[in-house]
């Protein structure tokens, strides 16, 4: 009976939670899988366990209402070979432990371990999302793959059948290699002309483009070319980049990237577009009439869109709400406090601290992504006097900044002695000691955008339950200055480094639309009691 009361009490919390009426939720995991992906006690009120409590209940009633076809329970004992191997397995905890889900899915269906290969592994992860509320299917999926093979290398017991991991994304873009040796020369010659490799070549850019620049517009040259072959032109017929610049061919790479969007233009197919159009002006030189016509493809495609995306919108609406904004500026400060009180001398813990006094410079100093992983403690933290002492600043010369213009930031004091604590204490244990990066990463290079962004995400969605990736804190910067500084779109202008205040409007002229409904609603509010008061006076 309580067991009964308490499942009902389960699937009424959810119903509140999701906001809708019971009657109208489907009986399916996979509705449920992205609303408990995101769901988090900072942002419900709920503790972990009443929420761990709540997914357990409603996948146990899934299971009872026969809507889940389970074929074997995942909590079953593994039973004969399963549970010898977990037993020799004994030096490896940590790894068997990730792999637990998969054992007991086998032994549940009696798949002997010799048994497990690919085709296993992908009925196991139709059954994570048909069956279960796991996050991230598919990356479960992948991370058991991994650890299976380095078990499969380091157990003398564990089956020797090693398990491919599945492609992450159904690539359509054919490797440079593939195609003849004349285009891949002429792409060559290509990125020299980019990288300003000969001086005086007149036709070259003025400036030369950044590595990261060329590196992607050669994925935009093979996804063009890639398109013409998968559309219908033999391979063998690219023999030059010339091949990419006739408006037929260019017509046919726009209409497939066209149909990918589902018939809707966006940035990518503008960004291809303009790439021909400059491919065409400044490397084969076609005449203008040809020129204009290509350039009249750049402006069919034109999403006419140049402020925040709809996605950053939504993402930065979760900071309309006071207490949101609140425990995104107390992270770094509680996250290295909570390391310092129980810091055992871990690697990890370093990582949390580094992690810290990156989200604090990003709120107090919004730089780009690149100068933020970039940061050289030699050469960009300046201090006033020698010492802990001092005013401290980063200061990033033009040449190192997307738009060319410098950047001067003065840190606050708070700012200072987060990055002092993180210098004396957690940098020795991520680097050498001779390391000028502020966020080293593997070897002597400095942390990737795509990895720093990603840790990121990850821990202040875990202190938060806030979804925000890297850059975005130049967006909530703006933002939160606005909602306080209605208007004061040259501080913004100047603090993000914009070399106009038309960058600035374009993007952030409308966020502030919510602080000043609130301001309406309030003196609107103010008026209507006002005149409630003085009725009843009179």
């Not at 269906?109 to 290969?117: D, K, L």
């Not at 004349?182 to 003025?206: C, N, Q, Y």
């Not at 806030?466 to 909602?483: P, T």
Request: some cysteine; glycine content about 6%; proline content about 5%.
């Amino acid at each position: 009976m309580q067991r009964r009361r308490n499942l009902c009490s389960s699937i009424r919390s959810l119903g509140k939670l999701m906001g809708k009426d019971l009657q109208y939720l489907p009986a399916h995991p996979g509705y449920y899988r992205p609303f408990f992906k995101q769901l988090h006690p900072e942002q419900c009120d709920l503790t972990e366990s009443r929420i761990r409590n709540i997914k357990s209940d409603v996948l146990f009633a899934l299971r009872q209402s026969g809507s889940i076809q389970s074929k074997g329970s995942y909590m079953a004992p593994l039973v004969g070979e399963w549970h010898k191997l977990w037993e020799t397995a004994e030096s490896e905890k940590h790894m068997r432990r990730y792999c637990s889900r998969l054992m007991h899915y086998c032994s549940a269906q009696n798949i002997a371990p010799g048994e497990v290969n690919d085709e296993v592994l992908t009925v196991f992860l139709q059954a994570l999302i048909d069956e279960s509320f796991v996050k991230n299917p598919e990356k479960t999926q992948r991370d058991i793959i991994g650890i299976w093979n380095k078990l499969s290398e380091g157990v003398p017991a564990w089956p020797s059948v090693r398990l491919v991991l599945p492609s992450k994304r159904n690539s359509y873009t054919i490797p440079l290699e593939n195609f003849p040796q004349s285009f891949r020369d002429d792409v060559a010659a290509l990125v020299d002309h980019w990288s300003g490799k000969d001086i005086l070549d007149e036709t070259a850019p003025m400036k030369p483009l950044k590595p990261r620049t060329i590196k992607s517009r050669l994925y935009r040259l093979r996804q063009i070319a890639s398109a013409l072959v998968i559309q219908g032109m033999p391979i063998d017929e690219i023999t030059s980049l010339s091949a990419f610049t006739q408006v037929e061919a260019a017509k046919t790479v726009l209409r497939f990237y066209l149909k990918r969007a589902n018939d809707q233009t966006t940035s990518q197919v503008h960004g291809l577009a303009i790439l021909i159009k400059t491919l065409a002006k400044h490397w084969v030189c076609v005449d203008e009439e040809h020129l204009e016509k290509l350039k009249e493809l750049c402006s069919r495609v034109d999403p006419k869109f140049k402020g925040l995306t709809e996605k950053n919108k939504l993402r930065l609406r979760q900071f309309d709400d006071p207490r949101n904004v609140r425990l995104l500026l107390n992270f770094p400060q509680q996250q290295a406090v909570r390391i310092q009180r129980d810091d055992r001398g871990l690697r990890n813990q370093a990582v949390a601290v580094q992690i810290a006094l990156a989200v604090e410079i990003l709120l107090m100093a919004p730089m780009r992504a690149a100068n933020l992983v970039n940061i050289n403690i030699e050469r960009h933290i300046q201090r006033s006097r020698n010492g802990q002492a001092g005013v401290v600043h980063i200061v990033i010369p033009g040449s190192e900044v997307k738009n060319g213009d410098d950047l001067e930031y003065e840190l606050p004091q708070e700012t200072v002695e987060l990055l002092d604590v993180y210098l004396k204490h957690y940098h020795p244990r991520l680097a050498d000691g001779d390391c000028p990066w502020l966020f080293p990463g593997k070897g002597k290079g400095s942390k990737t955008r795509e990895l720093f962004g990603d840790q990121i995400s990850k821990h202040v969605f875990k202190a938060t339950g806030l979804s925000i990736n890297l850059h975005l804190f130049r967006h909530i910067s703006a933002k939160l200055y606005l909602d306080n500084n209605p208007g004061g779109y040259e501080v913004v202008r100047r603090h993000l480094g914009h070399r106009s205040t038309e960058t600035t409007l374009r993007f952030y002229s409308g966020t502030e639309q919510a602080a000043a409904s609130r301001h309406f609603d309030a003196t609107i509010l103010q008026l209507r009691h006002a005149t409630s008061s003085a009725e009843r006076a009179g």
